[in-house]
Structures are given as structure tokens and as C-alpha cells.
């Protein structure tokens, strides 16, 4: 059975910095395709990071470019998010998504996407 379980969210002041974990089981992370998305309140889901299953290359939405970042770990089974100079626009439930055959560079779309994690809630505010 496919799961994934997002953890690391939490109350942050702007500037400030967290880790969030997407931690799978059922499958091997390694071989999927692993994306980072998030929802603000009153907003649409929108694409944050992925990385690759191919080449391990990542793609990350302009807005968090340069502050966020992709990594994982193979022998955990786990993807992180590792997020800095947060703002209070990066804000929202945060929800870690894997697809199997998506053996190119990833892509921020959610139709891409076939497994999901329930979601952690990041809140950046002073």
C-alpha cells in the first residue's frame, strides 16, 4: 500500500527556516517522482518543488527559487523540503505527491501526480 506522511510543519517568524519530511512506505521513493505542493487559504493547490526520478535533477516554482530546496534520502525513504528566508505568502497546507512513470524532468502539475500525502500546515508569521 502506497502512503505518503508529510511532517516538519509548524509556526515560523518571517525569515525564519523548517525541514518538512515526506516520508513513503509501500514503494520505493527512489524510483518515483516527488512533488511539494501547498494551499494558502482561499487559494488554488499550486506546485512548490519536485524532483526527478530520471537524472535526479529538480524543478522548483519561481516563487521559492533560490530559498527552497530538494533532497532525498534513499536509505530513509524519504524527500524533504528543506524551506529558508520564509515569508508569510508561504503559508499553507504543504502536501508531498509521487508518480511512477514520469521518467524526465518532473513537472508542478497535480494532474501529473497519482499518489498524495495528507498535508502538514506551515504558518509564517511574526
Known amino acids: 500500500q502506497v502512503q505518503l506522511v508529510e511532517s516538519g510543519g509548524g509556526l515560523v517568524q518571517p525569515g525564519g527556516s523548517l525541514r518538512l519530511s515526506c516520508a513513503a512506505s509501500?514503494?520505493?521513493?527512489?524510483?518515483?517522482?516527488i512533488a511539494w505542493f501547498r494551499q494558502a487559504p482561499g487559494k488554488e493547490r499550486e506546485g512548490v518543488a519536485c524532483?526527478?526520478?530520471?537524472?535526479?535533477?529538480?524543478v522548483y516554482a519561481a516563487s521559492v527559487r533560490g530559498r527552497f530546496a530538494v533532497s532525498r534520502d534513499n536509505a530513509k525513504n524519504t524527500v524533504y523540503l528543506h524551506m529558508n528566508s520564509l515569508r508569510p505568502e508561504d503559508t499553507g497546507v504543504y502536501s508531498c505527491?509521487?508518480?511512477?512513470?514520469?521518467?524526465?524532468?518532473?513537472?508542478?502539475?497535480?494532474?501529473?501526480?497519482?499518489?498524495w500525502g495528507q498535508g502538514t500546515q506551515v504558518t509564517v508569521s511574526s
Open positions: 505527491a509521487a508518480e511512477a512513470t514520469m521518467f524526465r524532468l518532473c513537472v508542478l502539475a497535480q494532474y501529473e501526480y497519482d499518489y
Open positions: 509501500g514503494f520505493n521513493s527512489a524510483d518515483y517522482a
Open positions: 524532483a526527478s526520478n530520471n537524472d535526479g535533477s529538480s
